[in-house]
């Protein structure tokens, strides 16, 4: 069952920066701080190497109850699934009985879905008839035209409603401020991201936010942890040499759906191949690596990057250190 998230959607930013990573920040009604998803893999071919900011076109209604769960990680690892802009079928009323849908009809509106795996599970964004606005110098993503129109299709807001999987909405009291007219989406995100650390807690757990920071610091830095591989369900990998480049890529991704359950996530840097990456999971993070059950509890993710020990990487990061050094800097 998928945990769905557009009715709390008040706006976001998405980003593909390179072949290996998909990027998400969410501003969501009922969580006080920014859902940040750095996920493992491409979208689809509308959106791969594109960036863009995005905003539900009739925003959530700040005064209502929330329906976001519990348990909502805001600091999201795993792999991107289906990310793309379709055309669905929306009823011209609110009335969903046959008889009425009959009379009135649908209209063909846009939508943004995004999909991805994450320690949540499958969670789905489907975002109808959203405001896009590119970030990249690139017109605006268009989606397909309806089946059986060959005209444009048309933007134009509609008020939609829907129910969570169990047809419940649990109350909360949380308030997210309204971006200001003339603040950026980047400087909002950034004002709402500075409050993490007391929203996740509590405004008045500050000390208790300390604490577990500093047991997650004796954790990593004294405890041996498990191994990670102790903690998926058993099965059957292909070594290496018996597997392809596409054949890799959909390895990859589901082991990295598995591994963000227990809150571990994977980074890999713009030269990582998929078999790389698929190496470096049998042979660095599930022979060798390990974590601590503890830290997921708390919301905590150990993270294992490919380009710490990428050696294009490496070499960038000396070329720029060698230009900071010819100019008498020195780089932080």
């Known amino acids: 069952m998928a945990l769905r998230l557009q009715d709390c959607v008040i706006d976001g930013y ?16 009922g969580l006080d701080t920014v859902l940040m998803a750095d996920l493992v893999g491409a979208p689809g071919p509308q959106f791969q190497g594109r960036c863009f900011e995005f905003r539900a076109r009739v925003p959530p209604d700040e005064s209502a109850p929330t329906s976001l769960p519990k348990g909502l990680m805001p ?37 943004l879905y995004l999909e991805w795996y994450s ?11 959203p405001i896009i606005e590119p970030t990249d110098d690139l017109p605006a993503p268009e989606a397909p035209a309806p089946p059986g129109s060959e005209e444009e299709p048309t933007m134009f807001s509609v008020s939609t409603v829907s129910v969570d999987d169990e047809g419940e909405a649990e109350i909360q009291t949380v308030t997210i401020r309204e971006r200001d007219a003339d603040e950026s989406l980047d400087d909002y995100l950034e004002r709402l991201d500075r409050q993490r650390e007391n ?13 577990e920071l500093e047991y997650a610091d004796h954790l990593i830095t004294n405890e041996s942890g ?26 990859v991704l589901s082991l990295a759906a598995q591994l963000a359950l227990v809150g571990v996530g994977i980074h890999l840097c713009k030269h990582c191949t998929m078999l790389d990456a698929y190496r470096f999971l049998l042979e660095v993070v599930l022979q060798e690596g390990r974590t601590h059950p503890e830290l997921k509890g708390m919301g905590w993710t150990m993270n294992y990057s490919y380009g710490e020990t990428c050696a294009e990487c490496g070499a960038e990061i000396d070329a720029e250190y060698e230009g900071f050094a010819s100019d008498g800097e020195v780089p932080e």
């Not at 998405?14 to 009604?29: E, I, K, S, V």
């Not at 320690?119 to 008839?129: A, F, P, T, Y």
């Not at 498990?226 to 040499?241: D, G, H, K, N, T």
């Open 14 to 29: 998405f980003g593909h920066p390179h072949r290996n990573l998909t990027m998400l920040r969410l501003a969501l009604h």
């Open 75 to 111: 600091m999201q690892v795993g792999a991107a699934g289906t990310m793309e802009l379709r055309m669905v079928k929306v009823p011209r009323t609110d009335d969903t009985s046959e008889e009425a849908l009959l009379r009135h009809g649908f209209d063909w509106k846009p939508c």
């Open 119 to 129: 320690q949540n599970g499958r969670v789905v964004i489907e975002l109808v008839d």
């Open 199 to 211: 929203a996740w807690r509590g405004e008045s757990d500050v000390a208790n936010f300390m604490a």
């Open 226 to 251: 498990e191994f990670i591989a102790s903690m998926l369900e058993p099965q059957r990998l292909p070594a290496v040499y018996d597997v392809d480049e596409e054949r890799a890529g959909e390895l």
